[in-house]
């Protein structure tokens, strides 16, 4: 059955990064993999700055271009249709920061509600570092509008609270707290937790509850646009 995991979340929540982790795990146990870039509001992190990388693991990327469009004129190519109608393994959504963006999504319900029951996951990608998703009222909110917006339910969280090269296994368990107190009161459940491996490993060796962890994720950096990345990877 194919698996589609749709990531969305606020600016600067790590969706593309954590696109990248899930498509290339995906890739490395020899899956077909699809890659669609449809965030319309960051422009700056685009999952286009890896192609290369991409295509030396055989995932297709569809990444629209943005830049020049709003909402209101926003013409989506024929290519986001393949993640429906091709037999793919693995489809990974990068989904737009606002519920503005998740607009984009609204457009293919219909698509969304023809995939077989269990094979689409909704997952909110939570950095609490980030001002619009720093207090549980903040994360509730912008959720809803998401969720509105795109016409889909959020199936989990994805506790993935950073400071990017400046992260600490402190933003984990800051993190953990807020999106306790929203799964809790929402009842969607946290169904990962994703990190450096140092710090996730840090942050896991401190008895919390597991309900609010989930699957524990540790990710590789692929995005910070640092001299390191830059001579591996290129802007």
Known sequence: MKEVIVLIGNYGSGKTELALNFAFQAANQGKKVELLDLDMVNT????????????????????????????????????????????????????????????????????????????????????????????????????????????????????????????????????YEVIREASERSGVPVLYTSGRPDLLEQFLAEERDPRFIGKPMPIETYMHRDWETFSKHGL
């Open 44 to 175: 700056y992190f685009r999952l286009t700055d890896r192609n290369g990388l991409i295509k030396s693991k055989e995932i297709r990327l569809v990444s629209p271009n943005f830049v020049h469009s709003s909402i209101e004129t926003l013409s989506l190519p024929a290519e986001v249709a393949s993640a429906f109608a091709l037999d793919w393994d693995t489809v990974i959504f990068d989904v737009g920061g606002d519920p503005a963006g998740a607009t984009a999504l609204g457009r293919y319900h219909e698509d969304f509600m023809a995939l077989p029951e269990g094979s689409l996951t909704v997952l909110n990608v939570v950095n609490t570092r980030r001002p619009m998703a720093g207090t549980p009222d903040k994360l509730l909110s912008l959720m809803e509008g998401m969720q509105r917006h795109s016409r889909l339910k959020v199936d989990g969280f994805v506790n993935n609270t950073n400071l990017a090269r400046l992260a600490s296994a402190e933003d984990l368990r800051d993190g």
